[in-house]
């Protein structure tokens, strides 16, 4: 069996262009990564979110072992037979949902006891049980567990919360073992602080992974703050190892990102954003309620090759989402995922050409011109 590995094949500034060797295919690289929290992307079949040029998918591990459980996903082949998707599938710890509790939960060195948003039940999760959990669903890529805490948060806050983190990375590491073909991330946290982050990353080098996170940024700092950290943040991990950055993002930020030598990425946002109306073009957001689009005959973008812009007018689009019809959910995020896929595969061919900075610079200057103007 093909085990886990990462090929750099092109750098250009930062930026890195590459790929990831998993048995259940490859990753190009640099990645974004659709989110299918609870087995699914949503208004998505799995066959439509490969279509737009998605490599790999993250699962939700807080969800899945809420419902439907881990131990009957196992039961009914893993999370790949369960959701029909036999690519790779990367699964957070569940560490994110849990610490976004807030009052539900209860932390301690051991782990965090929490309440269901379902029912309140309560419920452990620690870093064995997250390695469990995730061993269960059968993930090509399992994360760590950790802790991070919501921004703006003290010095003292975020050393302490990254700590915790650092000593959860080595349970995780002990617990996961040894398992050919599977590969486990470890996530730097450290807030906006430079000190803690190079704490952080000096300590994941010493426990070892396959991989490294960037944690604890888009958590309400601002893209001027996070794009500090990723300034230095990468560098300070290792070099032939895949970088992740949690949770991002929108569209300048990805491309900021991948300038700043970051290699995966994933975000709700796309899929969200589809099913509120809401369409990420090569010219900006449109919004497709507005009334100026309902008798417009035009696609939502010229050059966009998906089928809701090869097939649908922005008059039919405004009219499905005004009705409530779940067809507008279907193609707005088919269109916004194919985007971002575009956005990828766009950079990964101007790093490899050594052409990035042109390539930003058309990026811009089309979104800087704005929507179509109204017919």
């Known amino acids: 069996m093909t085990g886990f590995s990462f090929t750099l094949n092109a750098t250009d500034g930062k930026a890195r262009a590459g790929v990831i060797q998993t048995p259940r295919g490859e990753i190009r690289t640099p990645a974004f990564m659709p989110v299918g929290t609870a087995a699914t992307v949503k208004a998505m079949l799995p066959e439509s979110v490969r279509a737009t040029g998605a490599d790999i998918l993250l699962g939700n591990t807080y969800h899945l072992m809420l419902r439907p459980g881990a131990e009957r996903i196992a039961k009914l082949g893993g999370l790949h037979r369960f959701m029909n998707w036999q690519r790779p599938i990367l699964t957070d710890s569940g560490g994110f949902q849990v610490m976004s509790l807030a009052d539900l939960r209860k932390l301690t060195e051991e782990g965090v006891t929490f309440a269901s948003h379902i029912d309140g039940s309560r419920h452990f999760l620690s870093p064995e049980t997250s390695m469990e959990i995730q061993r269960l669903l059968g993930s090509d890529i399992v994360m760590a567990f950790d802790e991070c805490p919501a921004l703006p948060a003290t010095h003292e806050r975020q050393a302490e919360a990254m700590r915790l983190s650092m000593r959860w990375a080595q349970r995780s590491r002990d617990a996961f073992g040894d398992r050919p073909g ?194």
């Open 182 to 375: 599977h590969a486990l991330f470890g996530i730097m946290q450290g807030g906006v602080e430079r000190d803690l982050r190079e704490e952080s990353a000096q300590a994941l080098r010493g426990i070892g992974f396959d991989g490294y996170a960037i944690g604890g940024l888009a958590v309400g700092e601002g893209q001027e703050a996070m794009f500090g950290v990723l300034d230095y943040a990468p560098d300070l991990l290792p070099k032939d190892k895949p970088r992740y950055l949690m949770g991002v993002g929108k569209p300048d930020d990805i491309v900021g990102a991948v300038q700043r030598g970051v290699d995966m990425m994933d975000c709700v946002l796309p899929s969200r954003s589809g099913r509120t109306g809401q369409a990420f073009t090569r010219h900006g957001v449109v919004n497709i309620k507005n009334a100026r689009h309902a008798e417009d005959p035009r696609g939502l973008d010229p050059d966009c090759t998906c089928p809701a812009c090869s097939g649908y007018s922005r008059a039919y689009l405004h009219h499905v989402f005004r009705s409530g019809e779940i067809i507008a959910s279907m193609l707005m995020t088919w269109h916004n995922l194919h985007y971002f896929q575009e956005i990828m595969q766009g950079m990964r061919d101007a790093i490899a050409t050594g052409s990035l900075d042109a390539w930003v610079g058309e990026f811009h200057a089309q979104r800087a011109a704005g929507d179509l103007p109204p017919l």
